[in-house]
Each structure stands twice: as C-alpha cells, then as structure tokens.
C-alpha cells in the first residue's frame, strides 16, 4: 500500500536536513530519506566539519536554522558561539564538531515533528497527475511513498535524473577528497623541508600518487596534510561520484590513498607515532551534476552580486575550484558583494513541484565552485523548505508561491533574505 506524505525529501546531507527542520517546524507533513545512518553530510559522513560562510563583510549573510544549529553544536562544545562570530571575518573558517552536529541535526528535526528514514535510497520517480510517486529500497525491500512536493537533496541531481529530467555532468570534474584525522605528532618539530624532499623521491619511485597528501602538483609536498591532520588535504581522481559504480570507485581509491599515505609518512623522521585516530565513512565529493534549471547562475551573476527578482537566500564563498591538471582556481570576491541565489536555479526545467537545494543547482562551474559549500546549502535548503511548505498549504504550485509571502516565512525563522 502506497503512502502518503505532504514534502518527500530525499537526501539528509546540510540542505536538506535543514529543508526538512523548517518545513515541519511550520505544521507540513515531511519524510526525510537518507542513504547512511546519520544526517550532516560532508560535515558528519565526509568528515569537513568547516560549514563557512555565515558572514562577510562584518555582517551576517547566512542565519536561519543553519547558524542555529551551528551555534547550538559550539555551546555544546563549550565554545561561546558570540566569542567566534565577533572576530569572524570572509577568509575563515568555524570549525565544529561533526558527531555533536549530526546529533543536534536530529534532535531539531524529530523535535520539529519531522520523519527520518534512515539506510533507504530512491529507485524509481514517476509524475502522475499532481503527486509524485516513489519506489524507494529500505532493509525490508522495495516500498511505495506518494506525495505532492518531492525535494531533491541528493547532491548529485539523483531524484531529478530519475525523474527524465535533464542534468548536467560536466566533461572536467572537481576531484573528490578523502578526509581522515591522524595524529601521535608535533608539527612544529617536524623538518617539512627533508619530508618534501622525500615525498618526492615515493613519488619518483611509485611509493605514493602525487595527489595522496598534497594539492599543488607543481611543487608537491605533505605540508598542509600534516599541519591539517590529515584533514581534507588529498585529491582522490578516481570515477565522477555520480552513480553506485563510479562513487565505489571514488571510496575505495580514496582509502587506498589514505592507507598508502599514512604507511609511508609513518617510516618518516618524527612520525614513527603516528596513529590513524578517524577516518571519514565516505569521501567528499565536491562536484558531479547540475540540474537544467529555469535559471542559471553564472560566474558574473555570483561575481557581481546580482540580486535576482526570484531571490530565496545569500551567500558568500571565494571561486574555489580545485582541478588537478593545472593549478586551482582561488579567488576572493570584491569587498562588500554578496551573491544571490534565485528560485529559478532550483527549479529544473520542465518540472512541477520537483525542487533541488545543495550543490547540483543550476549554475555554471566556475559560480558551483562557490555555491557548493555547506553554509549556502543550508541557506537552499531552509528557502526550499519554506517554499515547499507553503505549497503544501496553499495548494499552489511551487514556482507560483510568492515571493513575497516566501520571504515573510523565512525572515520569522531568522532567515537572511536579500
């Protein structure tokens, strides 16, 4: 028997944990799905617990249910959230805790009234008449879900490619990373001078891949790996990370860079201590899809700080992409500008009631570069959780809320409208 629920959202990462939290915290009747077994994403599942940016420019850019959970994990932390934010600035990052975040994540939204499925992934989307269908794979096999706003969270476009819909896979992707935490030494005993020169010399004689502890293939060298611990430090080139094949690909190339990483350093002067403390259960995939959506954010558009007439939420990061056969492309924005996101830009192309919020939004590679990172995500994914949410109550299609009314919702959850 098939079952019905108001907001299907698939996808429990930093959008659409928030997308769910603020769509049940105003009554809508919301499932969340999610693939792993606990919500967070990148920062819980992919081990980058730095969600930045919330502020540029001495003034806040992104608030609303993110800040908030963010502020909550630092309290827990026994960190004065005020403390942090009164000497943040655009070029920093707030480091969190991942495992108290994830925790907090799902206190919100069993609190908000929300529903989690955990250990379940979609396998069929269909449209039929003003509901969407959904075959999805639990534990228990295959199940029927129905509901009349579907949000898709994935990342990776995946609820929109299932549904027919067109998106993108770029030709030239960002390579993934594979986060682990080590630890047992001092850095600033460390001779990074003669590590380099040996890291040179694996790499010469096939020990390491270039990649496996450094990102500048012009001067390579596990400086930064070791002063970060291991931290989002490598670049993984293996598959695009966008189907089951190619992201097993990623992972098992990602944990074979990181075990082949920490056996050599530990024959290094000064490391034989080392220790593997954590490592990340899956690797941070920055870039796969984008959907085809009614609008597309370009580099000029996010460069200039364009205010979009269908604006949902700002954002702030510097152009970030990482390539791996030239060096990467790092740049800050022009003091006080401050990107818009449109509603446009979430909407794929040819859809109804079918909304994405987190980093497969519509946007050229370049703006993605910047529009990936968790803070915007949160930022999508609390406007796609109002927009969704009024839908419901409404009955009005979603590209039809008004913004207006949009805008009023979000700005009463302490939201930052542009």
Not at 123 to 143: I, P, R, Y
Not at 259 to 277: A, P
């Amino acid at each position: 028997m098939r079952k019905k629920i108001e907001i299907i959202i698939v996808g429990g990462g930093t959008a659409g944990t928030i997308a769910a939290i603020q769509a049940a915290r105003v009554g809508a009747d919301v499932l969340l799905i999610e693939k792993n077994a606990r919500l967070g994403g990148t920062i819980s599942n992919a081990g980058i617990p730095y969600p930045a940016h919330f502020f540029a420019w001495g003034k806040p850019v992104v608030g609303g249910i993110g800040l908030e959970l963010v502020s909550q994990c630092l309290l827990d932390e026994g960190r004065d959230p005020d403390d942090i934010f009164k000497n943040y600035s655009e070029q920093k990052h707030i480091a969190i805790n991942a495992h108290i975040y994830s925790l907090i994540a799902e206190e919100a939204l069993v609190n908000a009234g929300g529903k989690v499925l955990f250990h379940t992934m979609p396998a069929q989307v269909n449209k039929e008449k003003d509901a969407w269908t959904l075959s999805v794979c639990g534990k228990e096999g295959l199940f029927e879900l129905e509901s009349k706003v579907l949000i898709d969270c994935t990342g990776d476009a995946n609820i929109v490619s299932l549904a027919g819909l067109e998106v993108i896979k770029p030709d030239k992707l960002q390579p993934a990373s594979y986060s682990c935490r080590i630890g047992g030494y001092d850095p600033l005993k460390l001779d990074f001078e003669a590590l380099t020169i040996a890291y040179q010399q694996a790499l010469d004689n096939g020990e390491l891949e270039i990649t496996d502890a450094s990102w500048d293939i012009e001067n390579p060298s596990p400086i930064r790996f070791l002063q970060r611990f291991g931290m989002n430090a490598n670049h993984i080139l293996a598959g695009n990370g966008f189907d089951s094949v190619s992201r097993s690909d990623v992972e098992i190339a990602g944990r074979a860079s990181v075990l082949r990483t920490f056996r050599w350093l530990k024959k290094q002067q000064g490391l034989s201590k080392l220790v593997l403390e954590e490592l990340a259960p899956e690797a941070g995939i920055r870039e796969t899809a984008m959907i085809r959506g009614k609008t597309t954010v370009s580099i000029d558009d996010y460069e200039s700080g364009r205010i979009f007439d269908d604006a949902v939420c700002c954002c702030y990061y510097p152009i970030d992409r990482h390539l791996h056969s030239e060096k990467n492309s790092y740049h800050h924005l022009e003091q006080g500008t401050i990107p818009t996101i449109p509603r446009g830009a979430l909407l794929p192309e040819g859809s109804e009631n079918l909304i994405v919020a987190g980093r497969c939004l519509s946007s050229d590679q370049l703006a993605n570069s910047a529009l990936r990172v968790q803070a915007s995500c949160m930022a999508m994914g609390q406007a796609v959780g109002a927009l969704a949410a009024l839908a419901v109550e409404t009955d009005t299609e979603i590209s039809a809320v008004p913004i207006n009314t949009l805008r009023t919702m979000l700005e009463r959850h302490q939201a930052i409208f542009p």
